[in-house]
């Protein structure tokens, strides 16, 4: 699998991030076939929150033996400094790390968030001085977090962002336009950018649910691989973090390795054959 400079990081990212959330209600056994299958597509970089069920369990007894084979990055809900800083802490033990190469604010949709976030940032500047963690970031959904995003790099010296990056949020001219002064400026930060949702196709419906995301998931190889193309053909994107479904997963993890760049007529087409479809954002609310 191909890789990429992960901004100031430095790293060299495979362009599939192993994201954590497919493991949300997993078995052992299937988590560790799942990541050995990953290592052996070539997958470098793991992304994982104490959100995703039972994920940090599964993933530590696996991850540890190949620790020095991993950029890990992990992230926290939570507001203030003091829980934020317990819940690292709790994630490094689940994960059978002694530090994480990326800590995040997990989940900032908009400024309103970000004001509340204050403490958090403060325990994520704090662990990287520490070194806790190499570097901190930010992420988020919804179709405000490219304006949000923005303002926390002008507020924190954030070192990377994750936002949604798809054909069909790129259709939508407003959120189009506000990812791309968020891209412009990652650039002139040098931060690094990783891609969330490359293949969400559209809310569930009252069918009956084939996968384990929050959203109804592409499932067939070509459209999955439109998605992927189409995240990492966009200008400023570094990586793109993979479902979280085991099986599209292994989908996602296929079209990354055989990823071949979008020209400008088929970012325009996929962006064309999927505006029928209803936009994924709101996010569903428990």
């Known amino acids: 699998m ?143 977090v490219p304006s949000s995003h923005l303002e926390a790099l002008r507020r924190y010296d954030f070192d990377t962002v994750m936002f949604p990056v798809n054909p069909r949020l790129w259709a939508d001219a407003d959120y189009r336009a506000d990812a791309e002064a968020l891209l412009a400026e990652c650039a002139r930060r040098d931060v690094g950018v990783m891609a969330i949702k490359a293949a969400a196709r559209r809310p569930w419906g009252d069918e009956e649910r084939f996968a384990t995301t929050w959203y109804e998931p592409y499932d067939q190889v070509d459209a999955v691989e439109r998605g992927v193309r189409f995240a990492l053909s966009v200008d400023g994107v570094d990586a793109f973090c993979t479902p979280g479904d085991v099986a599209v997963l292994r989908l996602a993890l296929d079209a990354a390795g055989g990823f071949t760049p979008m020209g400008a007529d088929e970012l325009e087409a996929a962006m064309v054959a999927t505006t029928p479809e209803p936009l994924i954002f709101p996010m569903p609310r428990a």
């Open 2 to 144: 191909l890789t990429r400079r992960l901004g100031r990081t430095e790293h060299q990212s495979s362009l599939a991030v192993l994201g954590g959330a497919a493991y949300w209600g997993s078995e052992p056994d299937e988590v560790a076939a799942s990541f050995e299958g990953a290592l052996a597509a070539g997958v470098n970089h793991l992304d994982v929150a104490p959100q995703y069920g039972k994920a940090e369990v599964l993933l530590g007894p696996v991850l540890g033996p190949v620790r020095d084979q991993m950029f890990v990055g992990c992230k926290s809900l939570r507001h203030s400094r003091d829980g934020v800083r317990a819940q690292l802490e709790e994630s490094l033990t689940k994960l059978h790390c002694d530090h994480f190469d990326l800590y995040q604010l997990h989940a900032v949709t908009d400024i309103d968030e970000l004001d509340r976030r204050a403490g958090a940032a403060e325990a994520l500047l704090e662990a990287r001085d520490e070194g806790l963690c190499r570097w901190i970031g930010i992420t988020g959904h919804e179709m405000t």
